[in-house]
């Protein structure tokens, strides 16, 4: 009785566990534009004026794009930017903030150079 009942209750969780695959749907940047700093990066942002007014970086001061660049950006290495790896590594205090959109225009911002515009 007990092989049954083992034979039974393995058959039903290997065959009753059905999971789906979700794909991440493709994020469509503009690529025959550059992003601007100031119309697609910035805003981004707003939400966090509130707590980086007075910890960096300080997304309310009119200074912020340099101080983005001296401290936060790698142009030579898009993705070990700090900036960016804050906002996407699992575990940071920042991960989730934004969207995977948001993070997605802010890496090709930094491939394209991060240009102040």
Do not use: R
Not at 9 to 31: M, R, S
Not at 47 to 53: E, I, Q
Not at 73 to 100: C, F, M, Q, R, W
Not at 104 to 117: C, D, H, M, R, T
């Amino acid at each position: 009785m007990k092989k049954i009942l083992f034979i039974l209750l393995t058959f039903f969780v290997l065959t009753g566990c059905e999971y789906e695959i979700i794909h991440p749907k493709p994020i469509d940047i503009p690529t025959d534009t550059p992003l601007s700093f100031a119309d697609d990066i910035l805003p981004i942002f707003d939400g966090c004026v509130s707590c980086h007014t007075s910890i960096s970086p300080q997304f309310g001061s009119p200074d912020i794009y340099n101080i983005l660049i001296a401290d936060y950006i790698n142009v030579e290495v898009p993705e070990e930017s700090s900036l960016y790896l804050k906002l996407t590594t699992a575990g940071d205090s920042h991960e989730g903030k934004t969207t995977a959109e948001q993070n997605a225009y802010i890496l090709e911002w930094i491939k394209q150079g991060a240009e102040n515009n």
